[in-house]
């Protein structure tokens, strides 16, 4: 028996898990092996917190009328079968409550695993398969530069990419609007506080399209007082659908 079937065969009859025989066997070689002996008391002791858990139960009726000859013969007066089966009884409880409580405890723990893996392959798969934009405006300033990229995904999200630093008062603020309709009036995508490149979400909007209008304007700190565009305008464009 290899050292790693052996701790196996010892947390199995510890837990009530391993069959009757196997349980006998085991019980017999520790007594004649100290070392055993001490690999099994340190596996009861491991697994005590669970025996806690498990809910008393009565001994079977007539258990100690079965096994009261066996205790009141002597040593001589028993045969070795009869010694053998009424150690057998003195240990065989009904464990079925037990075994219910381990099924429930591995069923949880291998559920908690596979929710884990799962979770892991979700992440994994959304941070390598991003969104594809559906729309995608290159926003130049007055002079034809190139000041930033914008990408819109089909829920609304905007990605804004600036390809250079703005100089913008502390007191003023760069707040990114769209037309999603041509006759309409501007929309506010939100405000880029921090003066770098930013995500930003609003709900209600339709999904973006070829030719929407994107721009950035330089606005007070909290954002335009009037919803609409008031500052000098930093870059502007007109999206184009990208080529997959």
């Known amino acids: 028996m290899t050292d790693r079937s052996r701790q196996i065969l010892i947390d199995e009859v510890v837990l009530g898990l391993a069959d009757e025989a196997d349980a006998l066997r085991l019980e017999a070689l520790a007594a ?20 806690d858990t498990a809910e008393s139960l009565p001994l079977p009726e ?10 009141d013969a002597g040593p001589d007066d028993a045969r070795p079968e009869e010694a053998q089966l009424a150690a057998a009884s003195a240990d065989v409880v009904d464990l079925s409550a037990a075994r219910r409580s381990m099924t429930r405890w591995r069923g949880m723990a291998l559920g908690s ?13 959304t941070t390598l398969t991003p969104v594809e934009p559906s729309v995608i405006a290159v926003l130049l300033d007055e002079d034809g530069q190139a000041i930033g990229l914008v990408e819109g995904q089909p829920d609304n999200t905007t990605l804004v990419t600036l390809l250079e630093r703005a100089d913008v008062p502390p007191e003023r603020v760069m707040q990114v609007w769209t037309k999603p309709d041509d006759d ?9 506080r921090s003066g770098r490149s930013a995500r930003l979400a609003i709900d209600g909007l ?20 009037t919803d609409l565009p008031t500052g000098p305008i930093l870059g502007k464009g007109l999206a184009k659908e990208p080529v997959v």
């Open 32 to 51: 004649r092996d100290p070392d055993l002996a001490e690999e099994l008391a340190r596996a009861r002791e491991r697994f005590a917190q669970l025996d």
């Open 62 to 71: 007539g258990f100690w009328s079965r096994i009261e000859p066996a205790l």
């Open 113 to 125: 695993v596979a929710a884990t893996v799962l979770l892991a392959l979700t992440l994994g798969w």
């Open 184 to 192: 309409g009036p501007p929309v506010s995508l939100g405000l880029l």
């Open 206 to 225: 339709p999904a973006p399209h070829p030719q929407q209008l994107y721009e950035i304007t330089v606005e007070p700190a909290g954002g335009s007082p």
